[in-house]
């Protein structure tokens, strides 16, 4: 069984009734970085950005990364 990383950041922000665009203001990362964390179309993490998102939405790596 093959396993993958998915970003949960759609999940992360829904539950603090957040957009993109307040955690590229909150983050200092560009809206169209954030954009492709949130429809999951990143390919190398950048762990200083994933860093900075969790900061921001005081939460731990767990709570936005999921292993399928």
């Known amino acids: ?4 990383i998915r970003l949960s950041l759609d999940k ?3 539950r603090r009734k957040m957009t993109r665009y307040e955690l590229s203001q909150k983050t200092g ?3 169209q ?3 492709k964390y949130y429809k999951n179309r ?3 993490y950048d762990s ?6 969790c900061d921001a939405l ?6 936005i990364i999921e292993i399928r």
Not at 1 to 4: A, I, L, P, Y
Not at 48 to 53: F, H, P, R, V
């Open 29 to 31: 990362i560009g809206y």
């Open 58 to 63: 005081s939460c731990g790596i767990e709570e």
């Open 12 to 14: 992360a922000l829904e």
């Open 48 to 53: 200083y950005l994933l860093l900075k998102i």
């Open 1 to 4: 069984m093959k396993q993958s």
């Open 33 to 35: 970085t954030i954009d």
């Open 42 to 44: 990143v390919v190398r």
